[in-house]
C-alpha cells in the first residue's frame, strides 16, 4: 500500500512538472508586433481690433456738441481681423451712459447706420465736423435703426470671408427732425463694442 501511494504521489508531481515545463516553453514562444503614429494639433485663435484711436482710422472717440434736430455725426472706424479662420459672425452692442432721452427714445433719438467701404474712407472737414466720401465701392453694414441694442449683427463684413482682412466702416448717428423740445440740454455717452464670434465647427 505504501509504494502504491508513494508511485501515485510521483506520478502527480511527474505531470505537474511537465505542466510547468509546456506553460514556460510557451512564455518564451511569443510572437509580438507594435507601431505608432503621432499627431500634432493646434487651435485656432479669434482676434479683432479697432484702428488707432483719434486717427481717420478710428473717430469713434470724437465728441459731438450742440446738436439739434437734423443734425448728422459721421465717425469712421477700422476693425481689423487677424483671425485664423475667417469669423462665423460679428456683432457690435451699443450702450449708453450717462443716457437720457437721445439714447432710450428709439424714435426720436439718435438713429445709427453703419456703412462700409471697399478702400479707406476718404476724410474731409474738420474735427469734429468729419465727413467721408467712398473712391470704391459701399456697402450697407447696419441699416437705420435706434443708437442702442445689444448684438446687432455687421453684415457683409470682409472678415466672415477672409482670415485676415479690414473693413472700413462708416458709423453714422442723426438726430432725427422729429425730436422736439424735450431734447434740448440733454447728454448721452456712447460705447461701442465689437464682438468676433468663431465659425462654424467642422471636421478638421
Same mark, same amino acid.
Given at each position: 500500500?505504501?509504494?502504491?501511494?508513494l508511485?501515485?504521489?510521483?506520478g502527480?508531481?511527474?505531470v505537474?512538472?511537465?505542466a510547468?515545463?509546456?506553460?514556460?516553453?510557451?512564455? &518564451?514562444?511569443? &510572437?509580438?508586433?507594435s507601431?505608432?503614429?503621432? $499627431?500634432?494639433?493646434s487651435?485656432?485663435?479669434?482676434?479683432?481690433?479697432?484702428?488707432?484711436?483719434?486717427a481717420?482710422?478710428?473717430?469713434?472717440?470724437?465728441?459731438?456738441?450742440?446738436?439739434?434736430?437734423?443734425?448728422?455725426?459721421q465717425?469712421?472706424?477700422?476693425l481689423?481681423?487677424?483671425?485664423?479662420?475667417?469669423l462665423?459672425?460679428?456683432?457690435?452692442?451699443?450702450s449708453?451712459?450717462?443716457?437720457?432721452?437721445?439714447?432710450?427714445?428709439?424714435?426720436?433719438?439718435? $438713429?445709427?447706420?453703419?456703412?462700409?467701404?471697399?478702400?479707406?474712407?476718404t476724410?474731409?472737414?474738420?474735427?469734429?465736423?468729419?465727413?467721408?466720401?467712398c473712391?470704391?465701392?459701399?456697402?450697407?453694414?447696419v441699416?437705420?435703426?435706434?443708437?442702442?441694442?445689444?448684438?446687432?449683427?455687421?453684415?457683409?463684413?470682409?472678415?466672415?470671408?477672409?482670415?485676415?482682412?479690414?473693413?472700413?466702416?462708416?458709423?453714422?448717428?442723426?438726430?432725427?427732425?422729429t425730436?422736439?423740445?424735450?431734447f $434740448?440740454?440733454?447728454?448721452s455717452?456712447i460705447?461701442?463694442? &465689437?464682438?468676433?464670434? $468663431?465659425?462654424?465647427a467642422?471636421?478638421?
Open positions: 500500500m505504501k509504494n502504491s501511494t508511485l501515485k504521489v510521483l502527480s508531481l511527474a505537474l512538472g511537465l510547468a515545463s509546456i506553460a514556460g516553453l510557451g512564455t &518564451f514562444a511569443t &510572437f509580438t508586433s507601431t505608432s503614429a503621432s $499627431q500634432s494639433i487651435s485656432g485663435t479669434v482676434s479683432i481690433a479697432l484702428g488707432a484711436t483719434g481717420p482710422t478710428n473717430r469713434l472717440t470724437v465728441n459731438a456738441t450742440n446738436i439739434v434736430p437734423g443734425d448728422t455725426m465717425r469712421s472706424v477700422d481689423t481681423s487677424s483671425s485664423s479662420d475667417p462665423g459672425s460679428v456683432s457690435l452692442t451699443t449708453a451712459a450717462p443716457s437720457s432721452l437721445l439714447d432710450t427714445d428709439a424714435t426720436n433719438g439718435l $438713429q445709427m447706420t453703419i456703412t462700409a467701404c471697399s478702400v479707406p474712407w476724410e474731409a472737414g474738420t474735427s469734429p465736423a468729419f465727413t467721408y466720401t473712391s470704391g465701392s459701399q456697402s450697407t453694414v441699416t437705420t435703426r435706434a443708437v442702442v441694442g445689444s448684438n446687432i449683427a455687421l453684415a457683409g463684413l470682409n472678415a466672415l470671408t477672409s482670415a485676415n482682412s479690414t473693413d472700413h466702416l462708416r458709423v453714422t448717428l442723426t438726430l432725427p427732425a425730436a422736439g423740445n424735450t $434740448q440740454g440733454l447728454t455717452t460705447s461701442y463694442a &465689437f464682438t468676433g464670434t $468663431q465659425r462654424t467642422t471636421n478638421r
